[in-house]
């Protein structure tokens, strides 16, 4: 393929040299938009012992945020950068070469943020430790194992979680080689994996999964698809793995922690949590904690233990709703509804919690093209307690989603608030 | 500035594609810039869309190995005319 493998030894040379230009400080904001160049840039300040700062944005505000944290923070970025494919080729089985810089585990080499429901984003502090253990734990259940040479590219950025871990972290373990090239398009993906000379993997969310199989493009067949930040529909699922000939693996994560648990949704809606990690049912609410956690971490979501380790999803903790007596999940109720023939997307609300009025019932906004409100609704009573079934249920062209698939309340909010006008 | 018959075919793509009900297409300047925070705000996703759209009415594939995919993005004007020189070539 183009561009060429970048060896260990480069790596490391790569890495002083940036560290050793980096200005004297406390923390960076890592902006490069290259992929190599953020991986080394990322490792260039753990090595000078400054902390990765990552918005949850690219906004100023965001970056301002962000900053308050520490005294003296620079931002580096490659704004200007020119060469567009590196390879990061790290087989640290192969030839016993340190992948990467000795670093004391408790160093706090990154911090995360969550946009909190209301003001400042939450810092979340990641030592090394916390990075090392996911290394070993979460890739052992890679399908197909991890010391299968393979080329690994993603749609998602490095900064955000879910990229940092298997885009820059798991090259510098497995045997993957990371595509640092261009890799948003369907058309990039496609010719990455054309190029490639070992079987490729694809980590990515399910927005661009969706835009990947309106391609009209030939297939090429990618052996593994990752898909994180949104649950996946079944016929995404299905679409995928037929056309691409693929494995589709689902991760469960948050900000807060990484990669939580994983799942083959084509065999099974059980989840198996990652080895490290204890779960709690506390009331309503499912906690999680690790050796390597300062402390326990309240779930977004609701967990059903089931036989063999492994994982029911029952739901958003906060979207349990209960209807003329009946208790039901928001998640349950739009896993149904994306699962319906013809939906592409939608998404169950309960009006009070975006502040409107009560009306006693649930709303519902679906994207099914050609199809009649009357038939989704007949679809639903099919499957669900008429309590539940949608008013109203607006048919519209798409969702108010973010860039990473996430559909938020207060997006969510300023959409049905032009419904209203 | 008016838009020529090949930018108002795209310009009515992009409106369609993203649903900008709001937006006139008529109303979108050839030369305004689409993305970030200026003219209408789209972003990477928005991209992801648009390039999928001009691959099936077109049948032009972007990637981002076209050195000057940004470029392209920029305004309505440069896409149009990427898209018609992809077409014609």
Redesign the interface.
Same mark, same amino acid.
């Given at each position: 393929m183009a561009g060429h493998a970048i060896s260990v030894a480069q790596f490391h040379a790569d890495i002083e040299a940036v560290a050793d230009a980096l200005p004297p400080g406390d923390a960076i904001v890592n902006l490069c938009a290259e992929r190599y160049r953020f991986t080394v840039t990322f490792f260039a300040a753990c090595l000078r012992g400054q902390c990765n700062l990552l918005p949850s944005q690219r906004t100023p505000a965001a970056i301002a945020s962000a900053r308050r944290h520490f005294e003296h923070v620079s931002v580096v970025s490659d704004e200007n950068a020119s060469e567009?494919e590196h390879r990061i080729a790290l087989n640290p089985g192969s030839n016993g070469e340190r992948v990467t810089p000795e670093l004391a585990l408790d160093q706090v080499v990154a911090m995360a943020f969550t946009s909190g429901s209301t003001g400042e984003p939450q810092a979340h502090p990641k030592t090394w430790r916390m990075f090392s253990t996911w290394r070993h734990t979460h890739l052992a259940h890679f399908p197909g194992g991890h010391m299968t040479p393979r080329l690994l590219i993603s749609t998602v950025p490095s900064w955000h979680m879910y990229g940092l871990e298997w885009a820059l972290l798991a090259p510098t373990v497995a045997a993957f080689t990371i595509h640092c090239?261009?890799? #948003? #398009?369907?058309?990039?993906i496609c010719?990455a994996v054309e190029a490639a000379d070992t079987e490729a993997v694809l980590v990515s969310t399910p927005?661009?999964l969706r *835009?990947l199989l309106?391609? &009209? &493009?030939k297939p090429p067949t990618i052996s593994v698809v990752m898909s994180a930040t949104a649950p996946i529909e079944a016929t995404l699922v299905a679409g995928i793995e037929e056309t691409f000939n693929a494995d589709l693996f689902e991760i469960y994560g948050c900000s807060e922690i990484g990669s939580i648990a994983s799942r083959h949704p084509r065999h099974t809606d059980l989840w198996r949590f990652f080895p490290c990690f204890t779960l709690d049912q506390r009331g309503e609410e499912t906690w999680i904690s690790a050796q390597e956690m300062p402390e326990a971490v309240c779930l977004a979501d609701r967990f059903e233990p089931q036989a063999d380790h492994r994982h029911r999803l029952i739901g958003r903790s906060t979207e349990l709703v209960k209807i003329a007596g009946k208790r039901e999940s928001i998640s349950h109720l739009n896993s149904v509804l994306l699962s319906l023939p013809g939906v592409e997307d939608g998404v169950f609300y309960d009006p009070t919690r975006l502040g409107f009025a009560d009306t006693g019932r649930l709303g519902a906004l679906v994207v099914a093209p050609g199809r009649e409100p009357q038939d989704i609704r007949n679809a639903l009573a099919a499957q669900i307690d008429n309590a539940f079934l949608p008013r109203p249920l607006r048919m519209?062209? *798409?969702l108010p &989603?973010e &860039?990473t698939s996430k559909l938020t309340r207060t997006s969510l909010r300023r959409f049905l608030e032009a419904f209203n006008d | 500035m008016a838009q020529t018959p090949e930018q108002a075919r795209m310009a009515a793509l992009i409106v369609e594609i993203l649903n900008l009900e709001d937006v006139e297409p008529a109303s979108i300047d050839p030369h305004a810039i689409l993305f970030e925070d200026e003219g209408l705000a789209l972003d990477s996703i928005d991209a992801l869309e648009i390039a999928v759209a001009i691959a099936e009415e077109y049948n032009v594939h972007i990637s981002a190995e076209d050195e000057q995919t940004k470029e392209i993005f920029a305004t309505l004007a440069n896409l149009t005319a990427h898209v018609a020189q992809e077409t014609s070539a």
């Amino acid at each position: 393929m183009a561009g060429h493998a970048i060896s260990v030894a480069q790596f490391h040379a790569d890495i002083e040299a940036v560290a050793d230009a980096l200005p004297p400080g406390d923390a960076i904001v890592n902006l490069c938009a290259e992929r190599y160049r953020f991986t080394v840039t990322f490792f260039a300040a753990c090595l000078r012992g400054q902390c990765n700062l990552l918005p949850s944005q690219r906004t100023p505000a965001a970056i301002a945020s962000a900053r308050r944290h520490f005294e003296h923070v620079s931002v580096v970025s490659d704004e200007n950068a020119s060469e567009t494919e590196h390879r990061i080729a790290l087989n640290p089985g192969s030839n016993g070469e340190r992948v990467t810089p000795e670093l004391a585990l408790d160093q706090v080499v990154a911090m995360a943020f969550t946009s909190g429901s209301t003001g400042e984003p939450q810092a979340h502090p990641k030592t090394w430790r916390m990075f090392s253990t996911w290394r070993h734990t979460h890739l052992a259940h890679f399908p197909g194992g991890h010391m299968t040479p393979r080329l690994l590219i993603s749609t998602v950025p490095s900064w955000h979680m879910y990229g940092l871990e298997w885009a820059l972290l798991a090259p510098t373990v497995a045997a993957f080689t990371i595509h640092c090239g261009p890799d #948003f #398009f369907p058309d990039d993906i496609c010719s990455a994996v054309e190029a490639a000379d070992t079987e490729a993997v694809l980590v990515s969310t399910p927005v661009h999964l969706r *835009a990947l199989l309106k391609s &009209r &493009r030939k297939p090429p067949t990618i052996s593994v698809v990752m898909s994180a930040t949104a649950p996946i529909e079944a016929t995404l699922v299905a679409g995928i793995e037929e056309t691409f000939n693929a494995d589709l693996f689902e991760i469960y994560g948050c900000s807060e922690i990484g990669s939580i648990a994983s799942r083959h949704p084509r065999h099974t809606d059980l989840w198996r949590f990652f080895p490290c990690f204890t779960l709690d049912q506390r009331g309503e609410e499912t906690w999680i904690s690790a050796q390597e956690m300062p402390e326990a971490v309240c779930l977004a979501d609701r967990f059903e233990p089931q036989a063999d380790h492994r994982h029911r999803l029952i739901g958003r903790s906060t979207e349990l709703v209960k209807i003329a007596g009946k208790r039901e999940s928001i998640s349950h109720l739009n896993s149904v509804l994306l699962s319906l023939p013809g939906v592409e997307d939608g998404v169950f609300y309960d009006p009070t919690r975006l502040g409107f009025a009560d009306t006693g019932r649930l709303g519902a906004l679906v994207v099914a093209p050609g199809r009649e409100p009357q038939d989704i609704r007949n679809a639903l009573a099919a499957q669900i307690d008429n309590a539940f079934l949608p008013r109203p249920l607006r048919m519209v062209e *798409a969702l108010p &989603r973010e &860039r990473t698939s996430k559909l938020t309340r207060t997006s969510l909010r300023r959409f049905l608030e032009a419904f209203n006008d | 500035m008016a838009q020529t018959p090949e930018q108002a075919r795209m310009a009515a793509l992009i409106v369609e594609i993203l649903n900008l009900e709001d937006v006139e297409p008529a109303s979108i300047d050839p030369h305004a810039i689409l993305f970030e925070d200026e003219g209408l705000a789209l972003d990477s996703i928005d991209a992801l869309e648009i390039a999928v759209a001009i691959a099936e009415e077109y049948n032009v594939h972007i990637s981002a190995e076209d050195e000057q995919t940004k470029e392209i993005f920029a305004t309505l004007a440069n896409l149009t005319a990427h898209v018609a020189q992809e077409t014609s070539a």
